[in-house]
């Protein structure tokens, strides 16, 4: 079960200015638990972030980015109402994805 | 629509992917997934599985990260490429055990800009590649990380 996102997307002069945040351990592979066992890689691969439907951005990631991931981007031309969707998959096949509006300045 | 036909057929291709047993169930949607560029073990590698090269170096690529790091785990880059037509951004970890960290790709009036956050596992030059017109373009910047770093 995918734990929750959090995002927010505001306009800042002719962009909306989106910023994700997503639960996630980010496992490198080479992290040994408690027990001295290494704690499998697990980590988001993919993810796709879209306005009023149409995909604005397409990321693919490594284990190296880091736990709880941050994500930042900006869309030229966007309006306040509009729609944003981000989603993500993970090496496992987990999926998460959040919906927003672009709020006003 | 054509994005949703196009989302039909990258599903229909993960399908048949599955369906033949080329790649286990998880991967399937992550088919575009560098492999190759992921699982090198060095930047030129990396950067040849992302099919770059003659990268020029560019001032107008801005790499926004500490001089040092006290968390390797968390470490805060920003990227804003001012080049006309930016189709994507690499970041690379030069110094990381697999040097590529993330590639974004831009469309639809997304601006060149990515924001997000590296682990890395010693001081080393964070390097920006950025392909605009189908040319590539590059500039990096040197982070220091503090090992166990508690700041001060």
């Given amino acids: 079960m995918a734990e929750p996102m959090k995002i927010r997307a505001k306009m800042e002069g002719d962009d909306a200015d989106v910023k ?15 027990k001295g066992e290494l704690v499998p890689l697990h980590f988001i691969q993919s993810v796709v972030a879209t306005h009023n439907g149409k995909t604005v951005l397409d990321a693919q ?35 998460g994805n959040i919906e927003t509006t672009v709020a006003a300045p | 629509m054509n994005q949703m036909r196009r989302t039909l057929l990258k599903l229909s291709a993960a399908a048949l992917a599955v369906g033949f047993g ?26 040849k599985a992302l099919g770059v090269s003659g990268a020029q170096p560019s001032k107008d690529i801005v790499i926004s ?19 006309p037509n930016t189709q994507s951004i690499s970041i690379l970890a030069d110094k990381n055990p697999f040097p590529l960290t993330s590639s974004f790709d831009f469309a639809n009036g997304a601006e ?26 590059t500039a990096s910047k040197e982070v220091k990380v503090t090992i166990g770093g508690c700041g001060g």
């Fill in chain 1, 20 to 34: 994700v945040l997503m639960s996630h351990p980010m496992e490198t592979g080479q992290r040994k638990n408690e």
């Fill in chain 1, 61 to 95: 990631w490594s284990q190296a980015i880091a736990h709880n991931p941050f994500l930042g981007f900006r869309i030229k031309g966007a309006k306040p109402g509009d729609k944003i969707t981000v989603s993500w998959i993970d090496n496992t096949g987990d999926k």
């Fill in chain 2, 22 to 47: 080329l790649l286990k169930t998880g991967q399937a949607l992550a088919a575009t997934w560098n492999k190759a560029g992921f699982e090198s073990k060095a930047t030129s590698d990396a950067l």
């Fill in chain 2, 65 to 83: 990260a500490p001089d040092i790091a006290e968390n390797g785990a968390q470490v805060p880059v920003t990227v804003t490429s001012k080049i």
């Fill in chain 2, 112 to 137: 060149g800009y990515v924001s997000t956050k590296l682990k890395m596992g010693q001081s080393s030059n964070v390097i920006v590649v950025v392909k605009a017109d189908g040319r590539f373009f």
